[in-house]
């Protein structure tokens, strides 16, 4: 078998056991290449725990800037004895091994076709360090060093990370500098380095950033304004909200008094979260909550009072499988259904479909604004492939002359003219009514907050005709909704074609490169990314235009489809299920199988359209 | 109807307030509460206090669960945004309005069933925090709105209007109010306006989580032999601690107290409570002494009401989150929005 040789397009994966600080390391080997200017693509698989069982760190490297998940692996960095055998069995065949030799193996383990790469790493760590933990910190130092070497990288590059990571802390820099030296020295003096798998300089990265969803999520509620966050542990959802915390540290402490600009409260469960959350949108702040399947669950009832009440809240799902622990570490786009009709009655919310952690950002910041314009609540829609893994996307981007749009909210000043005020009044056309803050005015604007039974000012009312104003108002203003959520985004195929694809979220950058390897069998399938709901006319006219749209997602029972199906009344049979949902984020190679397969199963080949002679 | 409002007042001789304001300010729409409700006065009594505080009636925030307590924040302070959340999560919401906005005054109004059965959890938790408000409960013992069944706050042993007895043990929300840190807490009865207006005032004034337990018997489901929450129990075993007289700080104190009868105590705000002794012994700043007290009169079947506890130099949420003093709902772009210079160098920190 001749060993792969690929420079700048391969795929590493690191199994590790969980709270070895194994983490760090490798996230510090991806920034690596991505300072070489290589595009490099991380993914955590980790499992619902905090030491001691399987974790992977999945690197996709790849000139071209593929981000999505490739599949396969090129070099497994095994240095986990419990996975193993399944890990020696993942390497494609001409691929490489490399792993800790310091307890020796029989031949039975290892496979005919791959390369295998030992380096005593046990053995040296035990020689150089007395200290446990340093024993096992040093180690993925080390592996880290002897891959420096084994892909021909430069050694510079990881140095000077080590030191921007430990900057002030000179001890640390020496001592993970020293150990990067002797994995490295150790790979040059003992294997032939490099092997097939090269990383060299390139210029595929330019401007762009590394960082996750979550964190890019939380910088967005900063930016946007938001002041409260009531919030309950869960994840993938967390780090939203520490994320949010540490840049409202950092960007709202007033520099005259130490004091704070935000207020973050642990709630004591998902209920009082999103019940804090309206409380504060209702008192005219902008206020979120961050959260994942059973929050959104559990929230369902107060979703129905904020979108009767109309209380502008954001809330940012990172969507995972479910429910209970185990698939909740894995990604899926499962919440599409709950979150478009949450809660009892006759409810539908405006749902936010982010790419990347770009999208995290500008999404995320202007979900505010379409919160306040529209009144309802705004849901921001990722999941735990964006949101929890590094991901190289454009710089973020701000334009200072922006102001926040604060909506319809009627002032003293108004109130004092004498304009009309009628809290569920629609005196513009588009359903949108005008509210008060609380504390406004001291004999005009006040009103008392119900759910649906009230009539256009807002007093009591059990009269249907009130009622039906009311929803039909409200049916208004979800029309008013699709004007303005995002536009989707249209990829057209190299030539004319009937096939369409649709497709949101963080099954961008697999569904690119599936369109790329569609074309290249001869396939033609114009691409659409949804952004938002309810859906642009752009949407249904897609659909339209096409004779068969396949629907790309990462769930079972095919969630956008059913949306597109309800609310574009579109012919069941036109819409066509891509759907993966093993947990493991979505790959080209899986999109361009099934959109082959059905295209030729279906004996669908394109046929010209007749011209009458 | 609520819808109905109540017709404007033509007296021109109302006494006002040093705002200018009549009581008729300080109300709401019509109560639509069965007739002789104990929530109605508990009602009257709120808008007594607000106007006798000279309290903007426009900087209260009142917000509701869902029960006929919940529904009375419609017929007081009509002039005050209101809101009816959902069942038993009133805490919640009153707990995001109090950080949007740390100028106003919260009112939260519950009942038995909507804090002591469905949302415990979240009024614990409010108190917990440190909320600056006044949380009063209509405690009646039994629900209302779906037909008389037992609350978790009836009593051991009582009987239900259909002559079922009761066999769960009560939750008695000022033992919980009081272990789980809130800073003033008290019960009154409905039927005693004497006792209520004071206690309102003080709580309305006072700076953190305020609880009041109100006994309002259910005239409708509650009020026969039988039941421990009726008119006639209540008054039969009405074990007042003390009584209080509320004194703004700008009021002359006209009242003299025999010696030992008194305890003063002066709020953050200079507001000063005057505490008249009725059980010698009791202590109303120590906790663990009233939670004591509590249930030993319990018991015996007694009800003790009066300021329980208080502890005027608490600290609320706003202090422990060292928020900024101006509201947060009134920052603007600039001080919120970090612009783009500093989104440049948090970009080139991401390379």
Redesign the interface.
Known sequence: MKPIHSTNDFVIKFANVNGSGSASANEMFARAI??MGVPVAPRNIFPSNIQGMPTWYEMRVSAAGWLGRRGGCDLMVAMNPQTWDRDIAEIEPGGYLFYDSTKAQPRSRFREDITVLGIPLTEICNREYTDARQRQLFKNIMYVGALTALLGMDFSVVEKLIADQYRGKDKLIDANVNALKLGYEHAMQNLSCPIGLRVERADG?G?????NGNNACG?GA??G?A??A?WYPITPSTSVIEAFGSYCRK??T?PD?????????Q???E???????????????R?FTATSGPGISLMQ??FG?AYF?EVPVVVFNVQRGGPSTGMPTRTQQSDLIACAYASHGDTKHVLLFPEDPYECFTLGAQAFDLADRLQTPVFVLLDLDIGMNDRLCQ??????QR??DRGKVMTAEQLEAGKNFGRYLDVDGDGIPWR????????KG??????TTR?AYA???EAGTDYVYNMERLRRKFETAKKMVPAPVLKPASQATRFGAIHYGSTSPAMAEASALLEAQGIHVDTLRVRGFPFADEVIDFINDHDVVFVVEQNESGQLRMLLLTEGEIDPKKLVRVLHYDGTPITARFIAGRIGDALSEHKVTPIRKQVAS | MTYLAKPKLLRTDAPKNSLGYTRRDYEGAISTLCAGCGHDSISAAIVQACFDLDIEPHRVAKLSGIGCSSKTPDYFLGASHGFNTTHGRMPSVLTGAALANRDLTYMGISGDGDSASIGIGQFAHAMRRGVNMTYIVENIGVYGLTKGQFSATADKGSKSKRGVVNNDTPIDLVALALQLGASYVARSFSGDKEQLIPLIKGALRHRGPAFIDVISPCVTFNNHAGSTKSYDYVREHNDAVNRLDFILPRDQINATYAPGELRRIVQHDGSILHLRKLDSDYDPSDRVGAMNHLQERHALGEIVTGLLYVDSSAEDLHRHLNTVEKPLNQLGDAYLCPGSKALDALNASLR
């Open positions: 991505m300072r990265v401007k762009q950033i590394f960082i910088l900063v930016y304004g002041t409260v009531g960007y709202r007033d008094n130490g004091m704070a600009r935000y207020a973050i409260v709630a004591e469960d209920l009082a979260s999103i019940g804090m959350v309206i409380g504060a949108a209702w008192n005219g702040a206020a009832e107060f009072l009440a710089p973020f981007d701000w334009d200072d102001r926040y008060t803050i609380p504390g406004t005015h001291p004999t006040a009103f008392f907050s119900r759910g009539n007093k009591y009312s």
